[in-house]
């Protein structure tokens, strides 16, 4: 199976409403869900287990702001490492004050030495950085506060 037909699933997923998919071949298994992506490769010998880089998770988590009752929440869509800029003399992607759209790169996030870029997702002016650059993220983190426009 090819990158571009597991990102052509993952659409399918996300315009469907499907929170799970899985597809097994004689010698290939792979398995999608929100959140996250497993494709393993089953033989005789141990499985190897792999995430594709450069493949986005399902979905970015956006969620409603305990704090501030208009604000999203941008939750980090891997573990890695944040940034909030492509390279240190470059300008920051995003700033408080910032206007975004959906396909606004907000930061970088690193992961196993890929640079993944990390889009809003959502129309709105950014009010809060959460997450220092160069400073380690976990899955499912918030790294920026969002008003919605």
């Given at each position: 199976?090819?990158?571009?037909?597991?990102?052509?699933?993952?659409?399918?997923?996300?315009?469907?409403?499907?929170?799970?998919?899985?597809?097994?071949r004689?010698?290939f298994?792979?398995?999608?869900?929100?959140?996250?992506?497993?494709?393993?490769?089953?033989?005789?010998?141990?499985?190897?287990?792999?995430?594709?880089?450069?493949?986005?998770?399902?979905?970015?988590?956006?969620?409603t702001?305990?704090?501030?009752a208009?604000?999203?929440?941008?939750?980090?869509?891997?573990?890695?490492?944040?940034?909030?800029a492509?390279?240190?003399?470059?300008?920051?992607?995003?700033?408080?004050?910032?206007?975004?759209?959906?396909?606004?790169?907000?930061?970088?996030?690193?992961?196993?030495?890929?640079m993944?870029?990390?889009?809003?997702?959502?129309?709105?002016?950014?009010?809060?950085?959460?997450?220092?650059?160069?400073?380690?993220?976990?899955?499912?983190?918030p790294?920026?506060?969002?008003?919605?426009?």
């Amino acid at each position: 199976m090819e990158l571009k037909d597991i990102k052509a699933i993952i659409d399918l997923m996300k315009k469907n409403s499907i929170s799970e998919f899985e597809l097994e071949r004689q010698d290939f298994k792979i398995r999608l869900k929100r959140g996250g992506i497993t494709v393993s490769q089953v033989d005789d010998g141990p499985s190897t287990l792999m995430v594709p880089a450069g493949v986005p998770s399902p979905t970015i988590a956006i969620a409603t702001a305990s704090s501030t009752a208009n604000d999203l929440e941008i939750k980090s869509p891997m573990i890695g490492t944040f940034y909030r800029a492509p390279s240190p003399e470059s300008a920051n992607y995003a700033e408080v004050g910032s206007e975004v759209n959906p396909d606004s790169v907000v930061c970088i996030i690193e992961a196993m030495k890929v640079m993944n870029e990390i889009k809003a997702e959502v129309r709105g002016v950014i009010t809060e950085i959460l997450i220092d650059n160069a400073k380690p993220v976990e899955f499912g983190q918030p790294i920026f506060k969002v008003r919605p426009i």
